[in-house]
């Protein structure tokens, strides 16, 4: 439901059970609605160690080419 939805959703979940593909579904969903709009649109993720941001950036990197993917850590 997540690629057909604009609702807040919360997921909590165990290590491994699959809440990246669920943000990855939201991602989607999001471009797909967004296509003819001119206007940048701007998705956040926040991990709580570095090493999942890095993993993210290079795998989303790979994924969806057609975005500029940043990375931001403090």
């Known amino acids: 439901d ?3 939805t604009t609702k807040n ?4 979940a165990p290590t491994g059970c699959g809440k990246t593909i669920c ?6 969903n999001q471009m ?5 709009s001119s206007t940048k649109k701007k998705m956040v993720y926040v991990a709580p ?6 993993e993210r950036t290079l ?3 790979s994924k969806f080419k057609n975005l500029v ?6």
């Open 2 to 4: 997540l690629y057909h």
């Open 9 to 12: 959703v919360v997921i909590s």
């Open 23 to 28: 943000l990855e579904l939201a991602m989607l």
């Open 32 to 36: 797909r609605k967004n296509t003819s």
């Open 49 to 54: 160690i570095r090493a999942l941001c890095d």
């Open 59 to 61: 795998d989303w990197q």
């Open 69 to 74: 993917i940043m990375k931001v850590t403090g």
